[in-house]
């Protein structure tokens, strides 16, 4: 009875330990090569970040991001996690005012009303993407940091509107790393657009 018992044991961990765990990754790699790397965005043939996890840019020339609930550093993979704060908490309240007042501050004159995934952070507190509003609030920002005109940013924020899944699941979205690295691909006289002031999550 031994004998049969540990030919199984072999057989299937052969079968199921390596086989097809190999069959997958093969397949993946074959026919998902991005998804299966990580969805990397690459900036000069160098990783720039993955389009799965948002980065905290804070330079005015670039888009930014939701808020991040991940502390204490933002948007760390490793601590993926909501404030879990309710619509009635005073600390939520607050929160919001001051992320207002911060957007208010860094694009003075823009009296548009702020989208509200801009001063709420996602469920997961690592969300790469902004609603279409949310990223055309902040193109005066960067076209009077970057010294290009408005309608160019606005066209580009446009082209990176992602539609909703097969056109029924979710909503329409920019995915704000590869819109910011597409800004930087952008011509600005005068203007050094390889740079940013993005703070990397640690690995």
Request: proline share 12%.
């Amino acid at each position: 009875m031994l004998r049969p018992a540990l030919a199984l044991l072999a057989a299937f961990t052969l079968l199921t330990g390596l086989a097809y765990p190999a069959l997958l990754t093969a397949a993946a790699q074959l026919l998902f090569p991005f998804q299966a790397n990580g969805s990397v965005l690459p900036r000069d043939a160098h990783p720039a970040g993955s389009a799965l996890i948002g980065q905290p840019f804070q330079d005015p020339r670039y888009f930014w991001g939701r808020p991040s609930a991940t502390a204490p550093i933002p948007y760390d993979g490793r601590a993926s996690a909501a404030s879990h704060l309710g619509p009635s908490s005073p600390a939520l309240a607050e929160a919001v005012r001051g992320r207002v007042a911060a957007l208010r501050v860094a694009d003075p004159g823009n009296e548009a009303p702020v989208p509200v995934d801009l001063v709420t952070a996602s469920a997961s507190g690592l969300d790469p993407h902004l609603s279409p509003a949310g990223a055309l609030y902040q193109v005066r920002r960067v076209a009077a940091a970057r010294g290009l005109p408005a309608t160019e940013v606005r066209a580009l924020v446009e082209r990176h509107v992602e539609p909703p899944l097969l056109g029924l699941f979710g909503a329409p979205r920019v995915n704000v790393l590869a819109l910011d690295l597409a800004l930087d691909a952008l011509e600005a006289p005068g203007v050094d657009a390889g740079t940013t002031e993005a703070e990397e999550p640690e690995p």
